[in-house]
Protein backbone atom coordinates (compact mmCIF):
# COMPACT_ATOMS: atom_id res chain seq x y z
CA UNK A 1 0.00 0.00 0.00
CA UNK A 2 2.81 2.20 0.83
CA UNK A 3 5.38 1.39 -1.37
CA UNK A 4 3.14 1.17 -4.57
CA UNK A 5 1.79 5.80 -3.05
CA UNK A 6 -1.93 3.94 -4.04
CA UNK A 7 -4.63 5.60 -1.44
CA UNK A 8 -6.08 2.74 0.86
CA UNK A 9 -9.73 1.16 0.67
CA UNK A 10 -11.63 2.62 3.84
CA UNK A 11 -14.63 1.00 5.00
CA UNK A 12 -18.25 2.73 5.04
CA UNK A 13 -18.48 4.39 8.29
CA UNK A 14 -22.41 5.87 7.64
CA UNK A 15 -23.56 4.50 10.76
CA UNK A 16 -22.07 6.63 13.30
CA UNK A 17 -19.67 8.04 11.82
CA UNK A 18 -19.48 10.78 14.48
CA UNK A 19 -17.77 8.65 16.85
CA UNK A 20 -14.68 7.95 14.38
CA UNK A 21 -14.80 12.06 13.97
CA UNK A 22 -14.72 12.00 18.02
CA UNK A 23 -11.82 9.63 18.34
CA UNK A 24 -9.38 11.37 15.84
CA UNK A 25 -10.43 14.88 17.86
CA UNK A 26 -9.64 13.46 21.27
CA UNK A 27 -6.60 11.48 20.28
CA UNK A 28 -7.02 8.12 19.24
CA UNK A 29 -4.86 7.03 22.07
CA UNK A 30 -2.47 7.41 24.79
CA UNK A 31 1.34 7.25 25.95
CA UNK A 32 2.54 5.65 29.24
CA UNK A 33 4.87 3.83 30.80
CA UNK A 34 4.39 0.73 28.99
CA UNK A 35 3.92 2.17 25.57
CA UNK A 36 0.69 3.25 23.45
CA UNK A 37 -2.45 2.17 24.99
CA UNK A 38 -6.36 2.63 24.08
CA UNK A 39 -7.90 5.73 25.72
CA UNK A 40 -9.71 5.13 29.46
CA UNK A 41 -13.02 6.53 30.46
CA UNK A 42 -11.00 8.95 32.84
CA UNK A 43 -9.41 10.66 29.83
CA UNK A 44 -12.20 10.66 27.56
CA UNK A 45 -14.30 11.74 30.54
CA UNK A 46 -11.59 15.14 30.80
CA UNK A 47 -11.85 15.78 27.46
CA UNK A 48 -15.64 15.53 26.70
CA UNK A 49 -15.76 18.21 29.38
CA UNK A 50 -12.89 20.28 28.57
CA UNK A 51 -15.20 21.08 25.47
CA UNK A 52 -18.48 20.94 26.67
CA UNK A 53 -19.37 17.57 25.09
CA UNK A 54 -21.79 14.90 26.89
CA UNK A 55 -22.22 11.69 25.61
CA UNK A 56 -25.43 9.72 24.87
CA UNK A 57 -26.15 6.21 25.47
CA UNK A 58 -22.95 3.75 24.73
CA UNK A 59 -21.24 6.79 23.23
CA UNK A 60 -18.30 6.45 25.49
CA UNK A 61 -18.49 3.16 25.83
CA UNK A 62 -17.61 3.00 21.82
CA UNK A 63 -14.95 5.55 22.17
CA UNK A 64 -13.12 3.40 24.46
CA UNK A 65 -13.72 0.28 23.02
CA UNK A 66 -12.15 1.92 19.31
CA UNK A 67 -9.43 3.60 21.14
CA UNK A 68 -8.40 0.23 22.34
CA UNK A 69 -8.87 -1.34 18.98
CA UNK A 70 -7.13 1.86 17.29
CA UNK A 71 -3.98 0.82 19.89
CA UNK A 72 -3.86 -2.96 19.35
CA UNK A 73 -3.42 -2.40 15.48
CA UNK A 74 -0.94 0.18 15.53
CA UNK A 75 1.35 -1.97 17.93
CA UNK A 76 0.34 -5.26 15.98
CA UNK A 77 1.15 -3.23 12.73
CA UNK A 78 4.09 -1.73 13.21
CA UNK A 79 4.82 -3.19 9.45
CA UNK A 80 5.10 -1.47 5.85
CA UNK A 81 3.87 -4.56 4.66
CA UNK A 82 0.82 -5.56 7.01
CA UNK A 83 -2.41 -5.66 5.47
CA UNK A 84 -5.42 -3.42 6.10
CA UNK A 85 -7.22 -3.92 9.05
CA UNK A 86 -10.26 -4.08 7.45
CA UNK A 87 -11.87 -5.90 4.19
CA UNK A 88 -14.62 -4.43 2.42
CA UNK A 89 -17.05 -5.94 1.44
CA UNK A 90 -16.31 -6.43 -2.32
CA UNK A 91 -14.02 -8.65 -0.93
CA UNK A 92 -16.36 -10.80 0.61
CA UNK A 93 -18.96 -11.08 -1.71
CA UNK A 94 -16.26 -12.49 -4.54
Known amino acids: MIKNKEDPEFPDLSYRAFLSV ?16 GLSHSELSSWAANIGHEF ?17 ELVRSDDMDTPAPFVTIEVLES
Open 22 to 37: DLLSVGPTMSTGMGIV
Open 56 to 72: EGTEAEWLVKMSDAYAA
